[in-house]
């Protein structure tokens, strides 16, 4: 069973080393990639590809993955927000946005899972 939706769209992400997905929802772009299935650095590197999509705007990042991305979230500033859910089969799922006038912003260039 995917967890992205049957009508999205596969899409060209620069820098990706997975699938991306594109759909329209309530009127706003969500993009689903799903590194559940590979380990570092494939989450980082994929995350940060992901975020340069949505970064100043309303359209929201949907990761899939087999644990809580911390070390991502520790290089995350004030402009990127994000919601976890742990799912029934043991993977998580996190939806990210972007914060307008959040002050600090993210390095989306720092894909490496050290430090």
Known sequence: MSLIPSEAQ????EGATTDFYENTEDGLKVYYFDTSKLGPPHPMVN????????????????????KTP?????????????????????????VFSSVDGAGAESDLTQTSCSG
């Open 47 to 66: 995350a940060m590809s992901g975020l340069a999509l949505i970064k100043g705007t309303k359209d929201k990042l949907v990761m899939i993955n087999h």
């Open 10 to 13: 596969k899409i060209e992400v």
């Open 70 to 94: 911390g070390g991502l979230f520790g290089k995350l500033q004030a402009d990127v927000a994000y919601v976890v859910q742990e799912l029934d089969n043991g993977l998580v799922k996190v």
